[in-house]
C-alpha cells in the first residue's frame, strides 16, 4: 500500500477499503468514514482518527501507537496484537470491539471510553 504519512485526510469515505499495511503515520482521518475497512498491519503511529466511523474495522497488527481515536465509533474491531501505547480512547465507543489480544493497553486508556458487556478486554483488564 502507499505512503501517506501526515496527509489531511478528515472526512474522507473509505467504506470497506483495503489498506493493509499501509503506512499512515501522522495521516488525518478525523470523521473519516473507515467502517469495514481492513487496517491489518498498518501504520497508524500518531494518527488522528478522532471521530472516525471504524465500526467493524480490522486492525489486526496495526501499529496505533500515540493514535488519537477520541469520540471514534469502534464498535466490533478487531485489534488482536494491534499495539495501543498512548492511544488516545476518550469518549471513543468499543461495543463489542474485540481487545483481548490487543498490546500495550491499560485501564487509565479507556477509563473515558465506552465499554459494555460485549466489549472483550485482555485478561489483566477484565
Given at each position: 500500500m502507499g505512503i501517506f504519512n501526515g496527509l489531511d485526510?478528515?472526512?474522507v469515505e473509505s467504506n470497506r477499503h483495503d489498506l493493509m499495511g499501509a503506512e499512515l503515520s501522522g495521516v488525518n482521518l478525523c470523521?473519516?468514514?473507515l467502517e469495514g475497512a481492513k487496517l491489518q498491519r498498518a501504520n497508524l503511529n500518531g494518527a488522528s482518527?478522532?471521530?472516525a466511523f471504524l465500526k467493524h474495522a480490522n486492525l489486526t497488527?496495526?501499529?496505533l501507537v500515540g493514535a488519537d481515536l477520541s469520540n471514534a465509533n469502534?464498535?466490533?474491531a478487531d485489534f488482536h496484537g494491534a499495539n495501543l501505547k498512548g492511544?488516545?480512547?476518550d469518549g471513543a465507543s468499543l461495543s463489542g470491539a474485540d481487545l483481548s489480544e490487543a498490546l500495550n493497553i491499560s485501564f487509565r486508556q479507556l477509563n473515558l471510553a465506552i465499554i459494555d458487556k460485549e466489549t472483550k478486554l485482555?485478561?489483566?483488564l477484565r
Amino acid at each position: 500500500m502507499g505512503i501517506f504519512n501526515g496527509l489531511d485526510t478528515s472526512y474522507v469515505e473509505s467504506n470497506r477499503h483495503d489498506l493493509m499495511g499501509a503506512e499512515l503515520s501522522g495521516v488525518n482521518l478525523c470523521g473519516a468514514n473507515l467502517e469495514g475497512a481492513k487496517l491489518q498491519r498498518a501504520n497508524l503511529n500518531g494518527a488522528s482518527l478522532c471521530r472516525a466511523f471504524l465500526k467493524h474495522a480490522n486492525l489486526t497488527n496495526a501499529n496505533l501507537v500515540g493514535a488519537d481515536l477520541s469520540n471514534a465509533n469502534l464498535n466490533y474491531a478487531d485489534f488482536h496484537g494491534a499495539n495501543l501505547k498512548g492511544a488516545a480512547f476518550d469518549g471513543a465507543s468499543l461495543s463489542g470491539a474485540d481487545l483481548s489480544e490487543a498490546l500495550n493497553i491499560s485501564f487509565r486508556q479507556l477509563n473515558l471510553a465506552i465499554i459494555d458487556k460485549e466489549t472483550k478486554l485482555p485478561k489483566e483488564l477484565r
